[in-house]
């Protein structure tokens, strides 16, 4: 069913999005891979070419740069230029301080990441899609643009607006073939807390202690789901949760 499909994804040198590459590659899509670490990328693409023969393009990217992700594009060899799936992986939060203590650096790193980012891709592929015919964006939000939870503030508030893009989108969209699909995952158990915490891992490694998280291949598996429903069926918005966690204020924890 995707055979042949071109695949971006971003934020794809760690966590879900190379997961995503990993579980979408054997169904024999071409992946454009982008991310800021190079090296890892060109580490996963090597992976994917050895082991099931895809077709890779790697490429570092911040998608926070709109010039250089407008650049980026143009400049895309011809036949990488038709993009059939966007997954807006791409993002971050940082720190748990309350907003009258937060760091604006901070702040600004996450909105350009999680929702201008999003934002400045998506604008550049979705014309391709209507006019091909044919497209899927999916966006991987979080429980956390559900409900707010303490020290949260601007990363749920980030999350949030991205699920609200994606009804948006879909809206705008109506009436074209191209699907939209918001991903809302609870703990992931990836580079998420360790980025948040700044390289404090045992900080990091207590948001999963006692409990088992969701891991990226979890993730990337539904989101394979969405992209392989027939073309009149669109999964608008999906939660995913660890049996554990019962929303983005309550866990279980086995002591």
Known sequence: M?????????GASSGIGLECARVLAPLGVRLLLVARRYERLMALAEELQTQYKASCF??????????????????????????????????LSRGLDKLQDGDINDWEEMIDTNLKGLLYVTRLVLPGMIHRGRGHVV??????????????NVYCATKAAVRILGDALKQ?????????????????????????????????????????????????????FCLTRPPHVNIQELTLLPTDQANALLVHRRE
């Open 172 to 224: 705008d969209l109506l009436g074209t073939p191209v699907r939209v699909t918001t991903i809302n995952p609870g703990l992931v158990d990836t580079e998420f807390s360790p980025v948040r915490f700044r390289g404090d891992t045992e900080r990091a490694q207590q948001v999963y202690r006692g409990l088992t998280p969701l891991t990226g291949r979890d993730v990337a598996e539904t989101v394979a």
């Open 2 to 10: 995707l055979a042949g499909q071109t695949v971006l994804v971003t």
């Open 58 to 91: 790697a490429q570092a990217l911040d998608v926070r740069d709109r010039l250089g992700v407008q650049t980026w594009f143009e400049h895309l060899p011809p036949d990488w230029q038709n993009i059939d799936i966007v997954i807006n992986n791409a993002g």
């Open 139 to 152: 966006n991987i939000a979080s429980i956390a643009g559900l409900a707010a939870y303490p020290g949260g």
